[in-house]
């Protein structure tokens, strides 16, 4: 199995609405990480998780909330929303931080 | 500011082509170098891996390798198909990946 699955894979939220964007993997990976992808723009980094410890995080506003319950799922938390946050939210994972990632299909948000 | 640059942006060939896309960067640091496709609207699908200590990795009709000194690495395609269209994008970097401008490639039967 060498997939990271998310869900939903699609998700329209109003600004006052919470939310959570959901990502999981049964790979042994130790880390995971999340990267924001706005319309024809590269993926840019937002949060890393190594061994369930936060690592990095890219300066991300709060409304942004990551969570590690376990090795296998990550999730990201989201509250108070603008429209400029719409994009497509992918998750990553990797063996171990210096590693070969594999990221998820994304799950594309529409904030209204 | 790490930056990654593509070139070229775009690029349509004829099926059973073979072709070269270019990624630069601006410094030489020690880091890996990935590869990736990207279909619209979807995920993103890893094709190669260069560790920081490789010059080159293989798999199927693709080549990549890497040239730190000259901050470039290049992905090779041979015998291009229309399975091939896709965006692909390279990444450097080891924790923290950072992603070039990508090149978006057409395939035509």
């Known amino acids: 199995d060498t997939e990271v699955t998310q869900t939903p894979k699609h998700l329209v939220m109003g600004m006052t609405n919470k939310k959570s964007l959901k990502c999981e993997q049964h790979?042994?990976?130790?880390?995971m990480y999340w990267y924001k992808q706005k319309a024809k723009k590269p993926p840019e980094l937002m949060f890393v998780y190594s061994y369930e410890k936060l690592s990095i995080n890219e300066s991300v506003p709060s409304r942004f909330s990551p969570e590690c319950p376990n090795s296998s799922l990550l999730n990201l938390h989201l509250h108070a929303l603008q429209p400029e946050d719409s994009a497509l939210y992918l998750c990553a994972s990797s063996p171990g931080p210096n590693t070969e990632a594999f990221f998820g299909q994304g799950t594309r948000l529409t904030v209204v | 500011k790490q930056e990654v640059t593509q070139i070229p942006a775009a690029l349509s060939v004829p099926e059973g082509e073979n072709l070269v896309l270019n990624c630069s960067f601006t410094d030489s640091a020690i880091y890996n170098l990935q590869w990736f496709r990207q279909d619209p609207g979807k995920g993103l699908t890893s094709l190669l891996l260069i560790q920081s200590s490789q010059r080159e990795q293989t798999s199927g009709r693709l080549n990549a390798s890497l040239d730190k000194s000259s901050g470039r690495s290049t992905l090779y395609i041979a015998a291009s198909q229309p399975g091939d269209s896709a965006t692909y994008l390279c990444?450097?970097?080891?924790?923290?990946?950072?992603f070039g401008t990508g090149t978006r490639l057409l395939v035509s039967p």
């Open positions: 990444a450097k970097g080891f924790q923290k990946l950072v």
């Open positions: 790979m042994g990976h130790r880390a």
